[in-house]
């Protein structure tokens, strides 16, 4: 059944970093095995047909027992690589049996006819392990493979000469960068298709069951570098994700948007944008209590914003905030007030020499952990507060120290919101005029390589 989810990330992913002209195949186990981009659907093999489809990294992904089941994708001959011979594997994975010494998790793999390998990558002997013909590199700097998580995994290739330029990347970082002395080499049509989830041994034995989830497994015909990389990890590790294409639903983890007052869509940075009116219209996700900080206090905001209008001394242009019931609080605050870009956290402003408000698209990202700064050793005083970088169009804008935190949600509060800021219970002011598209929010602190992956992809 080809859902309306599937086909909503299906179009972020088609444009995203443009990578539309190097994706081949790409299953996002959205309700089922369809490849969404190319014509390589999944078959699941001693599995429970749709009692595998699970909770992914977004929205859904797809079960493997670690017993007896797998996954093949596309045909025999299916062969990933660009006519120079590049190619890159994206997936995501969520290990609930790691592997042991007697059995390896293999993630995904390639064999022939009668089990031998081309490709492999997976644990093994407790050590993230990958495979091309003869070659084979452990990385035992990694430790021991990780559980109960989702880890994102990229292998970014280009054969030479009978070599092969390889980078491993983990999370969106390279654990490894070198060159294994072998190639896929030729497919033939008696080939195994790829596999997911196990290992083949020979022609008829299977082992090395993989137990865990799989998500959004991709296949590119390009050598994807460290920047598209980077950016798919955080992307699709965003805890909200509006990308505004169709609808104000949150493509991660269903915390989905509502207009109010006529909010409609314009072309945006990527696809469509949802945008806003200056007059009464804005857009509310999330609940009260939607919270983006980690156990650490660390958090990341990142949107792209086009205003029509600028922000002037009777109207402020409100980006996005947070507001508690009776709407004067403000726990976050992000746009431009009195002609400057400001960040309010509870009681504190922040503003920053960001020049006059821009029409052209303008990428920000807030990154944030929650401390504390010493105001004075004897007597010993100090002051919680937020350490904050703010990025503007992936370059920092300002970083520094604000004297407040967003403080504790509850169920009362009002959620999260776009466009407008609340002055009491049910009075809005400061409606922005304009566009805003792809709003991501993460339960981290972007780094600069990530702000600035995330400008570079659009």
Same mark, same amino acid.
Not at 14 to 35: A, Q, R, S, V, W
Not at 202 to 214: Q, R
Not at 311 to 321: D, H, L
């Given at each position: 059944?080809?859902?309306?989810?599937?086909?909503?990330?299906?179009?972020?992913?088609?444009?995203?970093?443009?990578?539309?002209?190097?994706?081949?195949?790409?299953?996002?186990?959205?309700?089922?095995?369809?490849?969404?981009?190319?014509?390589?659907?999944?078959?699941?093999?001693?599995?429970?047909?749709?009692?595998?489809?699970?909770?992914?990294?977004?929205?859904?992904?797809?079960?493997?027992?670690?017993?007896?089941?797998?996954?093949?994708?596309?045909?025999?001959?299916?062969?990933?690589?660009?006519?120079?011979?590049?190619?890159?594997?994206?997936?995501?994975?969520?290990?609930?049996?790691?592997?042991?010494?007697?059995?390896?998790?293999?993630?995904?793999?390639?064999?022939?006819?009668?089990?031998?390998?081309?490709?492999?990558?997976?644990?093994?002997?407790?050590?993230?392990?990958?495979?091309?013909?003869?070659?084979?590199?452990?990385?035992?700097?990694?430790?021991?493979?990780?559980?109960?998580?989702?880890?994102?995994?990229?292998?970014?290739?280009?054969?030479?000469?009978?070599?092969?330029?390889?980078?491993?990347?983990? @999370? &969106? +970082?390279?654990?490894? !960068?070198?060159?294994? $002395?072998?190639?896929?080499?030729?497919? /033939? =049509? %008696?080939?195994?298709?790829?596999?997911?989830?196990?290992?083949?041994?020979?022609?008829?034995?299977?082992?090395?069951?993989?137990?865990?989830?799989?998500?959004?497994?991709?296949?590119?015909?390009?050598?994807?570098?460290?920047?598209?990389?980077?950016?798919?990890?955080?992307?699709?590790?965003?805890?909200?994700?509006?990308?505004?294409?169709?609808?104000?639903?949150?493509?991660?983890?269903?915390?989905?948007?509502?207009?109010?007052?006529?909010?409609?869509?314009?072309?945006?940075?990527?696809?469509?944008?949802?945008?806003?009116?200056?007059?009464?219209?804005?857009?509310?996700?999330?609940?009260?209590?939607?919270?983006?900080?980690?156990? @650490? &206090? +660390?958090?990341?905001? !990142?949107?792209?914003? $086009?205003?029509?209008?600028?922000?002037? /001394? =009777? %109207?402020?242009?409100?980006?996005?905030?947070?507001?508690?019931?009776?709407?004067?609080?403000?726990?976050?605050?992000?746009?431009?007030?009195?002609?400057?870009?400001?960040?309010?956290?509870?009681?504190?402003?922040?503003?920053?020499?960001?020049?006059?408000?821009?029409?052209?698209?303008?990428?920000?990202?807030?990154?944030?952990?929650?401390?504390?700064?010493?105001?004075?050793?004897?007597?010993?005083?100090?002051?919680?507060?937020?350490?904050?970088?703010?990025?503007?169009?992936?370059?920092?804008?300002?970083?520094?120290?604000?004297?407040?935190?967003?403080?504790?949600?509850?169920?009362?509060?009002?959620?999260?919101?776009?466009?407008?800021?609340?002055?009491?219970?049910?009075?809005?002011?400061?409606?922005?005029?304009?566009?805003?598209?792809?709003?991501?929010?993460?339960?981290?602190?972007?780094?600069?390589?990530?702000?600035?992956?995330?400008?570079?992809?659009?």
């Amino acid at each position: 059944m080809f859902s309306k989810k599937l086909f909503f990330v299906s179009f972020f992913v088609l444009f995203f970093c443009n990578l539309n002209g190097t994706l081949l195949t790409y299953l996002e186990f959205e309700e089922n095995l369809y490849d969404s981009y190319g014509a390589n659907d999944a078959v699941i093999y001693n599995g429970n047909g749709q009692n595998l489809m699970v909770s992914g990294i977004m929205q859904g992904g797809v079960y493997f027992d670690g017993v007896n089941d797998y996954i093949e994708v596309g045909t025999s001959s299916f062969d990933p690589r660009s006519s120079d011979g590049a190619y890159t594997f994206s997936f995501w994975a969520y290990t609930t049996g790691p592997s042991t010494a007697t059995n390896a998790n293999n993630y995904l793999g390639k064999h022939t006819a009668n089990g031998a390998n081309i490709f492999n990558f997976g644990y093994w002997g407790n050590n993230l392990t990958l495979t091309i013909r003869s070659a084979v590199i452990s990385f035992t700097s990694l430790g021991w493979e990780p559980d109960n998580e989702w880890v994102h995994y990229a292998i970014s290739a280009k054969e030479t000469n009978g070599n092969t330029n390889v980078s491993v990347y983990k @999370n &969106g +970082e390279v654990v490894w !960068s070198g060159v294994l $002395a072998d190639t896929l080499g030729s497919f /033939s =049509s %008696n080939d195994k298709p790829w596999v997911l989830g196990q290992d083949w041994d020979s022609a008829t034995v299977i082992s090395d069951f993989f137990e865990g989830k799989m998500d959004n497994v991709r296949f590119y015909n390009e050598q994807l570098d460290a920047t598209e990389i980077r950016g798919i990890y955080n992307s699709e590790s965003a805890k909200i994700y509006l990308p505004f294409d169709v609808d104000f639903d949150d493509i991660s983890s269903y915390l989905n948007g509502s207009q109010t007052g006529g909010v409609t869509f314009r072309a945006g940075i990527n696809n469509n944008s949802a945008y806003f009116d200056g007059v009464n219209d804005y857009v509310e996700f999330g609940t009260g209590t939607t919270d983006p900080r980690n156990n @650490n &206090g +660390e958090y990341s905001i !990142s949107l792209w914003v $086009a205003s029509y209008e600028s922000a002037g /001394s =009777s %109207n402020n242009n409100s980006y996005i905030g947070k507001h508690t019931a009776n709407g004067v609080n403000n726990s976050f605050l992000f746009g431009y007030w009195n002609g400057q870009l400001s960040l309010r956290l509870m009681n504190h402003v922040q503003y920053f020499s960001a020049g006059s408000e821009p029409y052209d698209w303008t990428h920000y990202v807030i990154s944030a952990a929650e401390g504390f700064r010493i105001l004075s050793i004897q007597p010993f005083q100090i002051i919680i507060g937020t350490n904050v970088i703010v990025y503007k169009n992936g370059a920092v804008l300002w970083t520094g120290f604000i004297d407040d935190r967003m403080g504790d949600f509850t169920y009362n509060d009002k959620p999260w919101v776009l466009g407008q800021d609340w002055d009491s219970g049910n009075v809005k002011t400061d409606f922005f005029k304009g566009k805003i598209d792809e709003v991501m929010f993460f339960d981290r602190a972007l780094s600069a390589d990530n702000a600035m992956s995330l400008y570079l992809c659009y």
